[in-house]
Each structure stands twice: as structure tokens, then as C-alpha cells.
């Protein structure tokens, strides 16, 4: 959004001063957010957070001076050095533990803490970029659906959508910096941004290769629900030893709020239809055989050229990467699932599951009409259109399969029988579609579509 300079105050501090670009300057929402930036740096007063030395925000252009932080960001460090050692990891989660708290007093929240906004300092890590926090009541300044955040660091609340993020998020948001910085990798990496949503969503934090002490403190903020992770404040005590953490309860996983947008967010989440489907069969119990997926293996491209990043056959060859990987992703994140005999809990779970494989197949129709209408031959048309079929077959099996269940209360064996039938007919339909899926791949386009696979990050496994 603009440049960062070094410069100097009148009496010699080093300064880092942002001067806004000339065309976002006359932008009047740009502005306002910028205001806010301004407003909410200069709330924040701590060791652990970059100073407000002076700002403009009605300049022409606009600047912003803040004290010069001599060190580099964490990401930086991290990529080029390998993880940090045990006591950098203590001395960097206080810190960060104190510039959160030095926030949320203030009345603001980050919203986008990562590691390329914390500098490690000579005196400590210092958390930086204020440009998209804001106050608790604050009115959001985006548009409707429009997420704030960076995927790999996002909580859960800010993926749903579910109303503004709270202080709580940010101390999601430093559970995930913390793993980043002992492991070199997020709690939630995934070959995709909407891979990396879902499992933000849905699947507990890796945290494999933390030193224990560090992954106790990041296993407490990367919990599901915000209303049980533990507030920048008590983390800080904990880490002075002030006070001890306690025993950390382990009850179910709440229903996270927004659902329905989550599902937008995340994409086409074809796994998750047959996560669904196992979900079902285990909970009817009843000698049902689980449909088996079989996917060839994916092959890389051979061919490297140069070029254009945001050409057709880029942007093309992208989405058509971004929505296999997010079918294998999330297969393999699928976990064993619970056996019950209890009617009225196969009644809910099933329906639930339906639900929400439905709403998926309907977002998934729409980036299999979009990879159909903007197909390069007619044959990759023509095959994206038997997707579309056996999707949309699968669909109407699940369909017949809730009435059948939902008018079932209570649930009769019988109508059970026959919803977990639907349900396999349309898990029978959904690999087949898995099967075109992967012979619609990369090495079937094009050879400018594949040149362009060949350098296109979402298609490097």
C-alpha cells in the first residue's frame, strides 16, 4: 500500500515512516482505514510494539512514523535459519504474549499476527502492522463475505465468519506463530489456502517437533472454541511462572457458528463427502461396506516455462490443482469415527452429515462449472460435464435419502436401512467423479495449460 522509508527524528531516533501510495491516497475508504491504523497504533503502548513516533493521515500523502525496529521478522529468520532453539521459543512467546496483552488493553485486536509481523529484536520480539486491527465494537470496514487474515494463522471464528474476532483470536493466532517458529511449518499447513481453512476448522493442530513446554502453551491457544483458550494475560504469567497453567479439559467440540460460510470459504471439499459417508455407515452398524477410493498418482509435470502468472492458463491450471488437493487433504485428515446403536443419535448424525454434503456439492458445482466453461478443449468440457452428472446425481440420492431419515422419528430400522442405501448410491457416484477427477488432470491439457502446471505452486505434488 505504499513504501517504507528510514528516517530520522529531530533529535536523531531512527524512525521506519510509511508513506502512502498517491493512488490509494485519494481512495476515501482507504482513508478511513488508514485513520484507523494510525488510531490504533497510537493506542498501543508497550515494549513488545513498535511506537508511534508521528503520523499524517490527512497528509498529502498521507505517513505514518513509527520507531525503528533493528531485526528481522520471525518468518524471515525461521526459512533462513532453521526453528528457534527452546529458550528463544520462551522468550518469544512472552513477548508476544506481552505485546497481545499490551493490545487487547488498549480495546484493539490484531486480527492479522503472523510471523512476517513480529521482529526479533535486540530486546525482544516486537509485533508490528496495525493495518487491519480494530476496536471490540468497532463496524468491520469490508465487504460482505470478504475474510480478513492470512489463512495459515487465521482462528476459527475469523474462517466462519461468525461476527468480529475478539482478543481470543489473536491468541489463536500466536499458538500458530509459536508452532511456525519451533517447526518451521503451521499448525495447519496444507498444499492450499482452502485446505488450510478447512483444517482450521476441522482438524486439531500438528504440533509434532515442538519442545513439550512450548506445544502445552500453543495446544492451549489453538483450541477450537474461543471462550476456552487462555488470554494473553494468564500466558504471560504462566511464562513467569507467577502462576500455573491448569489441567486442560478436554470436552467435545462445540458446533462452530457459520457453518454454511465455512463451507463457501473452504471450496470444493470433496472429501468431506465421504468423510460423511463413512460417518454414516459406522453409526448404522448394520454390515454396510464403505466405498473405496482409488486415485492414480499424481504425476509432475516435465515441461518449465516461462510464464504468465495471472494468464488464463495459470489461473486455470491453479484452480484445477487447488481443488485436487483439497480432495486429498482432506481424505487423509478423515479420523475414525464413533459406533453408536442409539436411533435418536444415527438420526442426528446422519442428517447432520447430509446437510453438510449437500451445501458442499453445491459449492462444489459451481468450481466444476467454472473449470467447464473456461475448459481449453472440448474434451475437457465434455469430461468436467460428467463430473457435473455424477455430482449432481449424488445429490439427489442424498436428498432422498434425508426425507426418508428426517420423516423417520423415531428411527426405524427400515428407513435407516434405506438412507445409508442412498447414501451409498451417491458415495458410489462421488468416486467415480474422484476417478474423472484425476484423468482430468494437469497432464491431460494442453501443452501451454501444462507448461504453465509445471511452475504453478498448487500443482507441485
Not at 505504499?2 to 533529535?11: A, F, H, I, K, M
Not at 491457544?221 to 489441567?247: E, F, I
Not at 486442560?248 to 460460510?261: F, I, N, Q, S, V
Not at 458445482?365 to 466453461?373: M, N, P, S, V
Request: one cysteine or more.
Amino acid at each position: 500500500m505504499g513504501r517504507v522509508y528510514l528516517g530520522r527524528t529531530p533529535e536523531g531516533q531512527q524512525a521506519a515512516v510509511k508513506v502512502i501510495r498517491d493512488d490509494l491516497a485519494g481512495d476515501t475508504g482507504f482513508r478511513h482505514r488508514f485513520r484507523r491504523e494510525v488510531s490504533a497504533a497510537t493506542a498501543v503502548a508497550g515494549m513488545f510494539t513498535a511506537r508511534v513516533l508521528d503520523a499524517d493521515p490527512e497528509g498529502e500523502p498521507p505517513w505514518l512514523a513509527t520507531q525503528f525496529v533493528e531485526g528481522p521478522p520471525l518468518r524471515e529468520v525461521v526459512l533462513t535459519h532453521g526453528p528457534l532453539d527452546e529458550r528463544s521459543l520462551h522468550r518469544l512467546t512472552l513477548g508476544l504474549a506481552e505485546a497481545l496483552s499490551a493490545i487487547h488493553a488498549a480495546g484493539l485486536v490484531h486480527r492479522d499476527l503472523k510471523p512476517a509481523n513480529v521482529l526479533l529484536a535486540a530486546d525482544g520480539a516486537k509485533v508490528i502492522d496495525f493495518g487491519i486491527a480494530h476496536t471490540s465494537d468497532a463496524t468491520p470496514l469490508t465487504g460482505t463475505g470478504e475474510m480478513i487474515g492470512t489463512p495459515e494463522y487465521m482462528s476459527p471464528e475469523q474462517v466462519a465468519g461468525s461476527g468480529p474476532p475478539g482478543p481470543a483470536s489473536d491468541v489463536f493466532s500466536m499458538g500458530a506463530t509459536l508452532c511456525f517458529a519451533a517447526t518451521g511449518r503451521g499448525p495447519f499447513a496444507a498444499g492450499s489456502s482452502a485446505a488450510v481453512l478447512y483444517r482450521v476448522l476441522e482438524s486439531e493442530p500438528d504440533l509434532r517437533g515442538m519442545p513439550p513446554a512450548a506445544a502445552d502453551i500453543a495446544r492451549r491457544c489453538l483450541v477450537k472454541d474461543p471462550a476456552r483458550r487462555p488470554t494473553a494475560p494468564q500466558v504471560a504469567m504462566w511464562l513467569r511462572g507467577a502462576s500455573t497453567p491448569p489441567p486442560m479439559p478436554l470436552p467435545p467440540r462445540p458446533p462452530r457458528p457459520g457453518r454454511r460460510r465455512a463451507l463457501l470459504v473452504a471450496g470444493t471439499v470433496v472429501g468431506v463427502v465421504l468423510l460423511a459417508g463413512a460417518t454414516a455407515l459406522a453409526v448404522a452398524n448394520r454390515g454396510a461396506v464403505e466405498p473405496v477410493v482409488e486415485t492414480a498418482p499424481t504425476t509432475t509435470p516435465a515441461v518449465v516455462s516461462d510464464v504468465d502468472p495471472d494468464g488464463p492458463e495459470a489461473r486455470y491450471v491453479r484452480r484445477l490443482c487447488e481443488s485436487g488437493d483439497l480432495l486429498v487433504d482432506i481424505s487423509e485428515s478423515t479420523g475414525a469415527t464413533t459406533v453408536t446403536g442409539d436411533p435418536t443419535v444415527a438420526r442426528q448424525e446422519y442428517l447432520a452429515g447430509t446437510s453438510r454434503t449437500i451445501a458442499t456439492i453445491d459449492i462444489a458445482l459451481i468450481d466444476y462449472r467454472y473449470l467447464q466453461d473456461e475448459a481449453p478443449t472440448p474434451a475437457i468440457a465434455s469430461g468436467f460435464g460428467l463430473v457435473i452428472d455424477e455430482f449432481t446425481q449424488a445429490r439427489a440420492s442424498l436428498v432422498e435419502g434425508q426425507g426418508i431419515v428426517e420423516a423417520s422419528d423415531p428411527l426405524t430400522a427400515d428407513a435407516y436401512s434405506q438412507g445409508v442405501a442412498r447414501f451409498g448410491d451417491a458415495t458410489r457416484n462421488l468416486s467415480y467423479a474422484a476417478t474423472l477427477l484425476q484423468q482430468l488432470g494437469v497432464t491431460g491439457l494442453p501443452e501451454s495449460y501444462q507448461e504453465a502446471g509445471a511452475v504453478e505452486p498448487a500443482c507441485a505434488d
